[in-house]
């Protein structure tokens, strides 16, 4: 098993470039997430998904947008990236277990973005 | 929402000493877990432990979820358990969602 596969790993971008992050697990996880982490400011959620098909916000989800078209992906987009979207962005997927969501994350291994 | 304070914010230890991380949260949980978070980055996942004591080699857990802390214990310590170890916790009226800590960083020289 590969667990959590975020792709890329590294990106630089100019402002106002669009792009998109790639989350992949192989757990047949029903929840998705995907954070950001900034120095000084912890993990911090930027939207997640209960589910193939939903998505919701989190703390801090202006600037991103975010789709669940298959169960095992969780995709991050940034239509018009900023500097302040600097970052490393880490996607995590969790499991459900007495139809309740267990919150027991697996993470991956992040993805580091540079706007300029 | 729930509150979670991680003690000592920074340790150094020389290799082969023992150490114990702390995690206060203030409010019932469904759920702890403890992670390292590595040099290079990455997030480990150590321990999911929202009661009672688990051993992973060097490393156990014990979480008492009626006094709201868990304790991380670091035995033999290597210089490969430097980082940072963040506490994170799921709090009873949540859907899921993880409550982090603000993570004690571990320094462990040779």
């Known amino acids: 098993n590969a667990g959590v596969t975020q792709t890329p790993k590294f990106r630089v971008l100019k402002t106002g470039q669009s792009m998109t992050l790639l989350c992949a697990q192989d757990m047949n996880h029903e929840y998705m997430y995907w954070y950001r982490q900034d120095p000084g400011m912890g993990l911090r959620l930027i939207h997640y998904s209960v589910g193939e098909g939903t998505t919701a916000k989190g703390e801090v989800p202006d600037g991103y947008n975010v789709s669940r078209l298959k169960k095992q992906n969780f995709l991050l987009g940034l239509e018009s990236a900023a500097p302040s979207q600097t970052s490393v962005y880490f996607c995590a997927s969790s499991y459900v277990a007495g139809g309740r969501n267990t919150g027991e994350l697996f993470f991956g291994e992040g993805s580091r973005l540079t706007v300029l | 929402g729930i509150q979670v304070e991680q003690s000592p914010p920074d340790l150094i230890l020389q290799e082969g000493a023992n150490s114990t991380l702390r995690c206060n949260f203030s409010?019932?949980?469904?759920?702890l877990q403890w992670f390292h978070q590595n040099p290079w980055g990455q997030l480990i996942n150590l321990f999911y432990?929202?009661?009672g004591t688990k051993q992973n080699g060097r490393l156990s857990a014990t979480t008492v979820a009626t006094e709201r802390y868990s304790l991380l214990y670091i035995s033999s310590s290597q210089t490969t358990d430097s980082g940072v170890y963040f506490c994170a916790v799921v709090g009873t009226d949540s859907w899921g969602k993880l409550q982090f800590g603000a993570g004690t960083q571990v320094v462990v020289t040779p």
């Open positions: 432990i929202p009661s």
């Open positions: 409010d019932s949980v469904n759920n």
